[in-house]
């Protein structure tokens, strides 16, 4: 992993650098030369880049709370580790993870690319919202959201469905009334971070609440609070989206719903749930799903074969100042038999 540092190092932006120390120093009053001398000793020994520096708050944390963190080159590792990428198609291919988890998404769909024509009438028949995805993206991009009423014709709808060349179209989830209440105008998935163990069994890690924002009709870079996987209350206040923001919402600034202590129904169940898709492709040990929850109970939209790292380790989420390696060791102590480098 050292060449890993290197590389980091050597792609680095200066610019960016320099924005992230400024902004270090107008929240903590730390000497710029400190900061930078800071962030560069957290790069050697715990893998942290400028970015980890400046949205975990590296600044306030002692030398044995940053040890606790998984920072960007611990993720690379644990990923890496976890995962074999051979396999990772069962997850990213919509096709085929609509086919292999088609228990548990709770929905109807159709292969477009794969149906005729008049298959495909009778589907925008019967589904007058449907929810359209691309075949290989993630965290929503290329996404829509159709209504067959906003076309003159079938035909006209089938020529944008081709031109567009989307692979999955679904129908659209209808979400509980408590889940709405957040935000109305797009889906407020979960984010469940699970991981086997040695002998195949799941855990769980952790799940957090995503919620829309400004009119978007996907939740991701938006806000998003912890959920209590006992309770399904959401723990703390939401936190941006973009990490780097830093800004913490007590109450979502469309709906003025206050989060801290707000219920999220069938908690339990969509605990259950992914649980049990974890095992279902076991060469992929560390998944995050994103998970609708409907009025009937949990629905699984996708599974991400690389979790991001950042969003579930920030400071208005920890406060006791420690990351997340101390759970993960429970769960898989022969990631740590090396020392990480």
């Known amino acids: 992993m050292s060449k890993y540092i290197f590389k980091i ?11 992230a120390v400024n902004t270090v120093h107008e929240r903590s009053g730390m000497s710029k030369r400190k900061i930078f001398n800071d962030m560069l000793h957290c790069t050697r020994k715990y893998g942290a880049g400028y970015y980890d520096y400046q949205i975990f708050a590296f600044y306030n944390l002692t030398e044995a709370q940053r040890a606790t963190f998984m920072t960007r080159l611990i993720s690379k590792k644990f990923n890496t580790f976890m995962n074999d990428y051979d396999y990772a198609h069962y997850l990213e291919n919509k096709d085929e993870f609509n086919k292999l ?54 035909d ?15 129908e659209n989830i209808e979400q509980h009334p408590a889940v709405q209440k957040l935000y109305p105008n797009a889906v407020n998935s979960m984010r469940f971070i699970t991981v086997l163990d040695k002998q195949g069994e799941p855990h769980l890690l952790y799940i957090v609440q995503k919620m829309g924002l400004g009119g978007s009709i996907i939740d991701n870079n938006c806000l998003f609070a912890p959920v209590d996987p006992e309770t399904g209350i959401i723990k703390y206040p939401a936190h941006s989206g973009d990490t780097l923001k830093g800004i913490v919402y007590t109450e979502h600034p469309d709906t003025h719903v206050k989060i801290q202590g707000y219920q999220i129904p069938f908690v ?22 994103d998970v609708a929850t409907t009025p009937k109970g949990p629905a699984i939209i996708e599974g991400n074969t690389y979790c991001a790292h950042d969003f579930w ?19 898989v102590p022969e990631f740590f038999e090396g020392k990480i480098k």
């Open 9 to 19: 190092i050597k792609n680095a932006s200066l610019d960016k650098m320099k924005e």
């Open 313 to 331: 380790q920030l400071p208005p989420h920890t406060p006791d100042g420690i990351g997340i390696l101390p759970e993960i060791k429970k769960y």
């Open 101 to 154: 988890y088609k228990k548990y998404i709770g929905r109807d769909f159709i292969q477009f690319q794969e149906a005729s024509k008049e298959e495909v009438r009778e589907f925008c028949k019967k589904h007058p919202v449907m929810f359209c995805k691309m075949q290989d993206l993630e965290c929503g991009h290329g996404c829509e959201r159709i209504k067959t009423a906003d076309y003159k014709s079938f």
């Open 268 to 289: 339990k169940e969509a605990v259950k749930m992914v649980l049990e898709a974890a095992k279902i492709t076991p060469q992929i040990r560390y998944v995050g799903w």
């Open 156 to 170: 006209e709808l089938y020529a944008y469905l081709k031109k567009q060349d989307f692979c999955i179209l679904e």
